[in-house]
């Protein structure tokens, strides 16, 4: 054993054997996951002490049980593999094996007749131009890594970088004004240099001798400095400052603190062709929930952000943002059939929708699935080109994908257009269907997964720079792989194997969080702020009402109630909280459990995993004769108004609110409960688990140990009834989390300043040096994604 790492040369062979002896005992299944392993180390090693063994064990994320032989793949730190082959008739142990090996073994339980995967990815070669982040803690704080290097780089090699910046100083301007500097008069990095020096002795001259502010920008304008640095000469001065610590004395922050000063952005597109993407009667509909609001709520604070970034540049300009979607002309009840809508509560930010075309030009009519919507993709991304460049006369100054159509949107008009790319996954649907990789064949008709996954890698890997809206997202926890992680190695057997899919060590990820607009989340006791008739409406229909949009009939009102609101998808597990309450006795003497969303009727569904997951919760509620303790209430699309009421009502009741997700990506309606004050339950698996400061703002369970969730649940409930205390403090702690933490007007900021240092750094570097991977990127979209597509769609 030798080689291998300390901890495992002390784990005890006869051990290891039996505990392979046991788990044939326990399970037939070829696959065993974490989880699985996990619970059955908990059982084997009740009566023996070896924790090298459990630690091993706990670290693995997946062993393949052959008939003689097992694969295991042992996660040793973050992001960080090794795959080990056992044998333990023919006495190996720990056998090293390659990536290559290890997925030709998963593929063989698969494909047949001794079928090999031909073709391998590796996107790790084209990463040669950049830093990597070394330690696994610094994952997703990528800006401040790349600010210390290009910082280390200033002041070793300062003729190189001086020239760089001052370049990269020229290069602005907007609506054909230029920025910053007259390259006419300022020529140089070192005249720039000496012209900053002057500007700020002026600056102290002008203090001492009262001179007008008019000479002062007079003096600007002589010396070839245009609009940009400020909007007074306190400004000026300050900015200046900066970029003189920069040449002089270069440090990370000073250079991080100047770049995100430059007035680089005032044009910015987000993609998001899928779903029902609108303002009115959109939320509930398949496919359309938390990233609606997300970009609507984004788009608002940021166009402020903006704003208030250029006037403090002293630029006197309206700032634009535009967010594409696909266009539906049989519409419904929706506007989502107008080609151009103003986004509400902003002054220059627009919907702009453009179809989806077949294959012989004409106009797709309905909504159709994420799923199903690769084939349109790309004359989608040229149509919505020609529109965007009509809409700004000229290029935006920053690209955002959402979701992984919208990214690879994104990537496809970045790679035309020269300009910034900005990926965010909101979910990334590898993480969320068990073995979708290795059985991909066998849902390629429902999902398109071959498609999907394709279109992740390409644009996870073009992108300027990733936002996440947590650590998790990008490599998981200690112990459980992340979304993005989950991209390093897999493969599609018979299509492709993935060798090295996505540098997690790349400056590219930045955890930035979202928020809630605090005008329409906020606690419920600001009695003063909240429409009292809206209120009693709402709790009437949700208490009271009896009709068809309602099921369950509530014997006492009194209970405290135990609420959830979702769109129905097997995913957001609203079957599996009615489960939860069911199975407790206890619980459902304390409680009711009051569920919302937007149909309670299979006849008005058209999606089939929404079919089938209200056919569950009626034979749950069933199950465990629940029709006296639960209201379920079908109350449509709800307004972001009406909704806050929603839970500042459960607030009113001393109720709590569970989120009991199989996965969520982040969870934002974690955030809407705690900014109203509802003590929250949100699933530990996914972005809920860095919300939540578990048992303080809120408390975290496993929704599929059905017991234990049920049994946190009474527990407060029951420590509530004894002690309102109980109740009130983790309210205020929920509220508190997210006024310090989760709030736009942080997280556009940031947008903007990643924006900003990322563009410096692509025009310093990684433009010039991308284009080998831009090579790779064609292949790829060709051979596997392009021409995979229906011929006639």
Known sequence: MSGLPIEIQKIKNELLIAFFIFIRTKTNNVFILRNDLAKYIKEFSKDKQDSYLVKFIYNLQEMIMLEQEYIAVYRYDIAKYHFYRFVPEQDILFENISIDKYLDWRDSIVLKNGEKTKLTLDFMPFYDYSPSIKDSNDLGNGIKFLSKYMSSNFFQNPNKWNYLLFEFLSLHSIEDQQLLLDSKIIKNSNQLMSSVRFILDFLEHQANEQSTDSQFWDEMDSLGFRMGWGNSPERVKDTMMLLSDCFNAPDSDKLDMFISRIPMISKIVLFSPHGWFGQKNVLGKPDTGGQVVYILDKVRYLEQTLKNSLHQAGISIIPKILVVTRLIPNAGDTDCNVPKEKIENTENSWIIRVPFRHSNGDIHQEWISRFHIWPFLETF??????????????????????????????????????????????????????????????????????????????????????ITSSFQEIAGTAQEQGQYESYLTYSLPGLYHVRNGVNLFHPKFNIVPPGVPDDTFFPYYEQERRDHAERDELNKIIFDNKDESTYGELEDKKRVPIFSLARIDKVKNLSGLIEIFGVNKELRKKANLIIITDKISLEISKDEEEKNEIVRMYELIKKYNLYKNIRWVGIGALSRKRLAEVYRLMADRKGVFVQPALFEAFGLTILESMSSGVPTFGTRFGGPSEIIKDGLSGILINPTNITESAGKINSFITAVIKDEKVWNQMSEEGIKRVEESFNWNLYTTKLLSLTRIYGFWKFTVSDKAKQKMWLYYDVVFDDLFRKRLPKEY
């Open 381 to 466: 991304a040229q149509e919505a080109k020609e529109t965007v460049l009509k809409e700004f006369n000229g290029n935006p100054n920053l690209i955002v994908g959402n979701y992984s159509d919208g990214n690879l949107v994104a990537t496809m008009l970045s790679k035309e257009l020269g300009v910034m790319q900005c990926n965010i996954a909101h979910a990334l649907e590898k993480s969320k269907y068990l073995f979708s990789d290795l059985y991909w064949q066998d849902m390629e008709n429902d999902y398109n997964f071959s498609l999907q996954y394709t279109a992740d890698l390409l644009s996870m890997n073009m992108a300027s720079f990733i």
